[in-house]
């Protein structure tokens, strides 16, 4: 298996509500990311697991929060988000730079979240 | 910091005729390089990287540490090369990549 899988495809949501965003991957990759993609816009790195400890937390809002309960899934906790959160919102995964070998980063094919 | 610009938001070229795709960086180390691609309806992938000097799909991208550039090039561009192409760079030691802003490739029939 060599797809990172994320569920759910879509997510609409009030700005009062909880939810979490799935993502899975059964490369024994070692490394995952949230990134944020805004329309026109290149992905933006939010958080990057390694071994699953949290490792980078780019200055993310605390309404977004990471958990990676095992090695092959990451989830991401919303709470009380705000409209301009809205985005799709990208996971992957990789070997970590420190294991050598080949590192390439496969992406989920994103959660589109729309928060209004 | 890092910074990785990609001076072409759109760029459109007819079938056949050859294409570059522009990427250039800063930073102060030893990066790695990358072409991501993002076909219509699918998720990002990669295309290729600079330590692996392949050619895939037709395309190449040579590390320029002179002029810190990595463009992609291609001779004979196809229909099917229509995507939006992001160039990456990883810190030396760092997993995470950081992207360029993007470029749109239209390949005109």
């Known amino acids: 298996d060599t797809e990172v899988t994320q569920t759910p495809k879509h997510l609409v949501m009030g700005m009062t509500n909880k939810k979490s965003l799935k993502c899975e991957q059964h490369?024994?990759?070692?490394?995952m990311y949230w990134y944020k993609q805004k329309a026109k816009k290149p992905p933006e790195l939010m958080f990057v697991?390694?071994?699953?400890?949290?490792?980078i937390n780019e200055s993310v809002p605390s309404r977004f929060s990471p958990e990676c309960p095992n090695s092959s899934l990451l989830n991401l906790h919303l709470h009380a988000l705000q409209p301009e959160d809205s985005a799709l919102y990208l996971c992957a995964s990789s070997r970590l730079v420190s294991s050598g070998g080949d590192n390439e980063q496969f992406f989920g094919p994103g959660t589109r979240l729309t928060v209004l | 910091a890092q910074r990785v610009t990609q001076p072409e938001k759109l760029l459109s070229v007819f079938k056949g005729a050859p294409v570059e795709l522009k990427c250039n960086y800063s930073y102060s180390g030893s990066p790695e390089l990358f072409w991501y691609v993002q076909y219509s309806r699918q998720r990002l992938q990669l295309l290729l990287r600079?330590?692996s000097r392949e050619s895939i799909k037709g395309f190449t991208a040579d590390l320029n540490k002179g002029e810190t550039s990595f463009h992609l090039k291609k001779p004979f561009a196809q229909e099917e090369d229509s995507a939006m192409y992001y160039c990456?760079?990883?810190?030396?030691?760092?997993?995470?990549?950081?992207f360029g802003t993007g470029t749109r490739l239209t390949v005109i029939p």
């Open positions: 490369m024994g990759h070692r490394a």
């Open positions: 600079h330590i």
């Open positions: 697991y390694s071994y699953e400890k949290l490792s």
């Open positions: 990456a760079l990883r810190k030396a030691g760092a997993n995470n990549l950081f």
